[in-house]
């Protein structure tokens, strides 16, 4: 515990009108005490997406420091993508590995909230950009409880007692990924449903849990829940209800996946590098399987 870092003074200066904040004096270089890890919490809470920027930081810097904050996801669900010597970062990159192009390259490319597809959704993630393309590479996140709250008493009744059934193979590019290895992502990965609307375990606050990874509202036809996802994925992205973050290299963004959903974009020139790694906090289980 020796090396744990205190910060003398955590400031935040906010980055959206919806969501999104960056955090000032949290040294996230070393494990933070926690003091430190309540007081980034309670922003975190509040602000839902929280930047720390400017720090050039090693894989184990970002596993020590997410580490304070829960425990990691080793990424067993999607074994391939993660980062060889570090089991609990997740590679984002369209670097080459084992010689070919990264699987990962086109990951997040639809609006989603991390690991939905699992029987323990990712309670939070953190993402460090190690290296950005020259422009654009940007990422996009929605508030999911001001979506919930800006829907009318009835559609919030009504999706109140509804269970969203999520499809890792309804994530975009997933069939143009290695085929081998998608089918086993999909056997350790089958269909499962989860609550539409679900409750923070700390903050209390209720959020909409439907992205574009949804198949269908359990017990209802594809054809009768295509409209309403369709809806509340334009509902929550509205763009008074977005942030938009432009990535600096030694950006570490962390969002809360219990209360918002992200979209990796795609407005950047492909032949240049962007490289990033994920660590993700483990949430409890969740949810049952559909055949
Ligand atoms: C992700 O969806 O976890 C990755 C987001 C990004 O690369 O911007």
């Excluded at 997040?108 to 690991?115: L, V």
């Excluded at 309403?228 to 994925?233: E, H, P, R, V, Y």
Aim: charged fraction near 20%; charge should be negative.
């Amino acid at each position: 515990m020796s090396d744990q870092r205190r910060n003398s003074e955590i400031t935040v200066k906010p980055l959206g009108y919806a969501l999104g904040a960056e955090v000032l004096g949290v040294d996230t270089s070393a494990p933070p005490a926690p003091d430190t890890v309540s007081a980034v919490n309670a922003l975190w809470h509040e602000h839902h997406v929280i930047a720390f920027r400017g720090e050039r930081l090693e894989p184990q810097d970002i596993t020590a420091f997410a580490g304070a904050f829960g425990p990691l996801d080793d990424h067993a669900s999607t074994p391939f993508y993660r980062h060889q010597d570090f089991p609990e970062l997740l590679q984002v990159t369209n670097r080459e590995i084992g010689g070919k192009p990264s699987e990962t390259r086109n990951t997040g490319r639809n609006w989603h909230s991390d690991y939905a597809y699992t029987s323990h959704p990712a309670a939070a993630s953190m993402l460090y950009c190690d290296t950005r393309p020259p422009v654009g590479g940007d990422t996009m996140f929605a508030n999911m409880v001001r979506a919930y709250d800006t829907l009318s008493p009835k559609m919030r009744e009504i999706l109140d007692g509804l269970d969203a059934v999520y499809d890792i193979s309804l994530t975009a590019g997933f069939g143009q990924r290695d085929p081998q290895q998608t089918a086993e992502t999909r056997r350790l990965n089958p269909s499962i449903a989860h609550p539409a609307v679900r409750t923070h375990p700390d903050s209390g606050k209720r959020a909409l849990y439907v992205s574009e990874r949804v198949s269908h509202f359990h017990g209802m036809t594809i054809a009768e829940s295509k409209p309403l996802i369709d809806f509340l994925c334009a509902h929550a992205t509205r763009p008074d209800n977005v942030y938009r973050h432009q990535w600096a290299e030694g950006d570490l963004v962390c969002w809360d996946n219990r209360t918002t959903m992200h979209l990796a974009l795609t407005d950047f020139d492909q032949t240049q590098p962007r490289h990033m790694l994920r660590a993700t906090l483990l949430g409890g289980q969740s949810g049952f399987i559909v055949e």
